[in-house]
Nanobody, 125 residues
């Protein structure tokens, strides 16, 4: 399995911003489609965003469009999730994941086979 490590979570007030990082070790991240997912207490893990390895095309779930931006920094072997205008309903553990099969990403967690340990994001006043 590929090793991924998320960071950047924390407590932020509604309307605030955070940038999550997903760093890879032992492999080159830009060879893989990468997805960001989140899981709130008592809820299923849901897809948030993804970026393809073929052409860096990006996709977002409807609830975060216009507020979140996914990007790659190949020099740092890291994928980021910039989250702006955060809402209390964005509170969850956020995970990044790699798809070792397809180079076009999909917003479907079963397509991903390597996962990080997660980072907590809490949006509250």
């Amino acid at each position: 399995q590929l090793q991924l490590v998320e960071s950047g979570g924390g407590l932020v007030q509604p309307g605030g911003s955070l940038r999550l990082s997903c760093a890879a070790s032992g492999f080159t991240l830009d060879h893989y489609a990468i997805g960001w997912f989140r899981q709130a207490p008592g809820k299923e893990r849901e897809a948030v965003s993804c970026i393809s390895s073929s052409d860096d095309s990006t996709y977002y779930t409807e609830s975060v469009k216009g507020r979140f931006t996914i990007s790659r920094d190949n020099a740092k072997n890291t994928v980021y999730l910039q989250m702006n205008s955060l809402k209390p309903e964005d509170t969850a553990v956020y995970y990044c994941a790699a798809d070792s099969v397809w180079n076009v990403c999909v917003l479907w967690k079963d397509s991903y086979d390597s996962w990080g340990q997660g980072t907590q994001v809490t949006v509250a006043s």
